[in-house]
């Protein structure tokens, strides 16, 4: 194992008043000259980081245990992922592999699409975030089938243009004032154990919607995708029922639609698997990837099997994709994982930091459920009594748990999320717990004073 599994093990040190007086300088300048579109979870000024750890402008240290949305698979800055996009930096910065061709991408193209769930040959299209894996694939699924519909799920995140827009259902106010947004395209619900009687409950409810969808208002024959993530993200880190995802796939089968697995967020070792998808053996025939994939150089991917990317030359390209520097670092994040065997370590310490939150759920009675595979994990908070999410308690801790220098973010309406880097340790996994259980504490007695 590699020494960069253990950088920066030791546990948070707060030494000023949070936020600091440098990191109160520079949100006052950020507020001056950048988009307030942007969202900030609190106010934290990252200077540098190793491993898990940050550190801030006012050199107060914390645990990312949020993996910047993530996207450091393998720890911030990890030695080999920096030395490769330095090296490539030397040698080729912009190929302009739009027009040409070069060797660092193509490298990465042949091992993306080998480690894609599914044995049938497949080709890729780079690109620099998610959102534009996402719109590529809608484009090529339209293309390939000539059909111009889409269907996705309540609870999606799928990104922020109008294409991926279009397919999001998470929050009203990402389309509030855009609209109107790319016609047709209809919501279903995501399969949530946790919201029905049984998980079978949950998938009649879905499977009854998606008929009935096609009975009543949308003809299958103008349907061209279904868009999925195989484990919900921003939805609230659900996972569906076991049999979903390879009915989902014979639904598709059926009725000519092209199956899109969003695998932007679950991807590149996060649930302990190279991608979700190969938790249930379910193919899909275009398969997106970004945030992990360089470990936070912009790059992503939209993987199709070769039969369905039928489309011709100049009908989509991107002048940045294919950024050696970024495939670089790509190439060496897939060999950390390889070889420092980080898809185990996902599933063994994932399903310790499952056991020691659920033993805290067990003492807290806010606490309704505790989810997910690998490290890609939510804790959900809702009221004993009525079920209803509490989400201004789950703000609460995470303002709570950043006070004591863990870093987590929410999703769903009231559930907290737990993404560390894939070369966190059990000892890691569970000082973390420890900090997160005084500030659900702290939050549990402030909100209901």
Sequence with gaps: MDDDRTVSVHEPTIETALPGPETKRL??????????????????????????TVTDVDGNTFWDFASGIAVTNVGHNHERVVEAAKDQLDTLVHPAFCDYYSPEPVRLAERLV?????????????GNSGTEAVEAGIKLARHHTGRH??????????????????LTASKTKYKRGFGPLVPGVDHVPYPDPSRAESPEAALETTFDA???????????????????EPIQGEGGY???????????????DEHGMVLIADEIQTGFGRTGEWFAMDHWNVEPDITLMGKGIANGLPMSAMVARSDVMTWGSGTHASTFHGNPVAAA????????????????????????LREILADLGADVDEISDVRGRGLMIGVEFTDPE??????????????????????????????????????????QASTAVELFADAVADAVVTTEQ
């Excluded at 519909?149 to 279009?166: E, N, Q, V």
């Excluded at 659900?238 to 598709?252: S, T």
């Excluded at 309406?413 to 070369?423: D, G, N, V």
Aim: aromatic residues 6%; proline residues 7%.
């Design 27 to 52: 949100v006052e300048a950020d507020d001056d000259v950048i988009s307030p579109s942007s969202p900030r979870a609190y106010p934290l000024a990252i200077e540098r980081a190793a491993g898990v």
């Design 114 to 126: 080998d480690l894609a769930p599914g044995d049938s040959p497949k080709r890729l299209f780079f």
């Design 149 to 166: 519909r889409f269907i996705a799920f309540d609870g999606a995140f799928h990104g922020r243009t109008m294409g991926s827009l279009s």
């Design 210 to 228: 998606l008929e009935d969808l096609l009975r009543t208002r949308v003809p299958a024959d103008e349907v061209a995708g279904i868009v999925v």
């Design 238 to 252: 659900v996972v569906p029922p076991e049999g979903f995802h390879q009915r989902l796939r014979e639904f598709a």
């Design 329 to 352: 670092a790509a190439n060496a994040v897939i060999d950390v994982i390889e070889e420092d065997g980080l898809l185990e370590n996902a599933r063994t310490v994932g399903t310790h």
């Design 386 to 427: 009525t079920g209803e999410a509490l989400g201004e308690l789950a703000d609460e801790i995470m303002h709570a748990a950043w006070k004591r220098g863990l870093m987590v973010l929410p999703c769903g309406q009231s559930t907290i999320r737990f993404a560390p880097p894939l070369t966190i340790t059990l000892e």
